[in-house]
T-cell receptor, first 115, second 109 residues
Framework: EAQVTQNPRYLITVTGKKLTVTCSQNMNHEYMSWYRQDPGLGLRQIYYSMNVEVTDKGDVPEGYKVSRKEKRNFPLILESPSPNQTSLYFC??????????????FGPGTRLTVL | DAKTTQPPSMDCAEGRAANLPCNHSTISGNEYVYWYRQIHSQGPQYIIHGLKNNETNEMASLIITEDRKSSTLILPHATLRDTAVYYCIATFGNEKLTFGTGTRLTIIP
């Protein structure tokens, strides 16, 4: 089944404890992206990647890191989480048509709470 | 991406057609209109997209006005499972999708 998977789905952690949220897709998509969703603010992009070893900042990259060593995986790293990073996180992937992304497919979400 | 405007909420009776409007008066000639929906707190789900012509798939129909300044998403026979937040996005297909606050559609039994 074609899908985007995220792990963990739920995570409660404490300030400053490094964590990684994994994202994997099995559709051979070039493009992958991370979003966070907060009440009243819609989805905001954190980082995106147009291909292996190619990543770029979105609207709200502060406090996050990403890597794209393999086409299928795009982990989101919080080196020192803070309470303002408590949010619902979504990973997405899609094909590229030339320089543009096509339809994006979203993972199920990771609900992160930082105490 | 062009700015889009949607009503914050709508109700529709189960079994009836749900018509969700979207205004994108500043859309440029090569920007597509995309619709996604988000059921509760699940990941957004692609519904349909179009450029100029009306489009239909197994989920919905998309009607785009001739001047392309507005569009309507039509769910022909709404069910309770269609209760969700619906997002209209006008984009080239950029690397970033800008989701606004969308329309919260509630299907009434």
């Amino acid at each position: 089944e074609a899908q985007v998977t995220q792990n963990p789905r739920y995570l409660i952690t404490v300030t400053g404890k490094k964590l990684t949220v994994t994202c994997s897709q099995n559709m051979n998509h070039e493009y992958m992206s991370w979003y966070r969703q907060d009440p009243g603010l819609g989805l905001r992009q954190i980082y995106y990647s147009m291909n292996v070893e190619v990543t770029d900042k979105g609207d709200v990259p502060e406090g996050y890191k990403v890597s794209r060593k393999e086409k299928r995986n795009f982990p989101l790293i919080l080196e020192s989480p803070s309470p303002n990073q408590t949010s619902l996180y979504f990973c997405a992937s899609g094909f590229l048509s030339g320089a543009y992304t096509d339809t994006q497919y979203f993972g199920p979400g990771t609900r992160l709470t930082v105490l | 991406d062009a700015k889009t405007t949607q009503p914050p909420s709508m109700d529709c009776a189960e079994g009836r057609a749900a018509n969700l409007p979207c205004n994108h008066s500043t859309i440029s000639g090569n920007e597509y209109v995309y619709w996604y929906r988000q059921i509760h707190s699940q990941g957004p789900q692609y519904i349909i997209h179009g450029l100029k012509n009306n489009e239909t798939n197994e989920m919905a129909s998309l009607i785009i006005t001739e001047d392309r300044k507005s569009s309507t998403l039509i769910l022909p026979h709404a069910t309770l499972r269609d209760t969700a937040v619906y997002y209209c996005i006008a984009t080239f297909g950029n690397e970033k999708l800008t989701f606004g606050t969308g329309t919260r559609l509630t299907i009434i039994p």
